[in-house]
């Protein structure tokens, strides 16, 4: 079975520091890998997927399968950045293209 | 413009009414997707369609119903509404490449 953990609900840091939001996967084959955001009030939407090795935002994740993780990175967080995060594992055969979601973290970015 | 809708965004009403709820979508998509997420918390899927006359029941358990007769309409009913069932329920759509696309939300209160 495929699970997505996001190890930490609520992540505070300062403005201008850099953040990383954790997340670990299981997943036997070979999985796509998503980060969705929510700010407030707003609905949830696509932030980045690992096929791409693009940069939103200054955000960027790196999959690391011997890890098996998926953390997102941004150097110099912006207040902007608060919102909720979830990670995402999109697996493969019967599954189709269900996406498993993490929990979600929480970033605070303080002025 | 192709997206997808949710209506209402509010909706209070009192234990034991019967309510539906609307998802539409004009990206002609063929899977779709009811999750429901309480505020800043996990998503959790309650049902989902791959297509017209399938659906199937999601990962949590929910005593709501869901109906998929055309592509683009996905809505999601409960028939006697009770305080338990209050929550944001979230509505998405995948097409054959990557990625959901989410709807606003509908925030539920049964009083």
């Known amino acids: 079975a495929q699970r997505v953990t996001q190890p930490e609900k609520l992540l505070s840091v300062f403005k201008g520091a850099p953040v990383e939001l954790k997340c670990n996967y299981s997943y036997s084959g070979s999985p796509e890998l998503f980060w969705y955001v929510q700010y407030s009030r707003q609905r949830l939407q696509l932030l980045l997927r690992h096929i791409s090795r693009e940069s939103i935002k200054g955000f960027t994740a790196d999959l690391n399968k011997g890890e098996t993780s998926f953390h997102l990175k941004k150097p110099f967080a912006q207040e902007e950045d608060s919102a909720m995060y979830y990670c995402a594992l999109k697996g493969g055969g019967n599954a189709g293209n269900m996406l498993t979601f993490g929990g979600g973290t929480r970033l605070m970015v303080k002025p | 413009e192709a997206d997808i809708y949710q209506t209402p965004r509010y909706l209070v009403i009192g234990t034991g009414k019967k309510i539906t709820l609307e998802c539409s979508q004009t990206?002609?998509?063929?899977?779709m997707y009811w999750y429901q997420q309480d505020p800043g918390m996990e998503l959790h899927l309650i049902h989902y369609?791959?297509?017209?006359?399938?659906?199937e029941k999601g990962d949590l358990s929910s005593e709501s119903t869901v109906s998929r007769i055309r592509t683009e309409h996905f809505p999601l009913t409960l028939e006697s509404a009770r305080p338990s069932h209050t929550s944001q329920y979230l509505c998405a759509s995948s097409g054959r490449i990557y990625g959901y696309t989410f709807g606003s939300g509908t925030r539920l209160t049964v009083v």
């Open positions: 369609s791959y297509g017209v006359n399938s659906t």
């Open positions: 990206m002609g998509h063929d899977k």
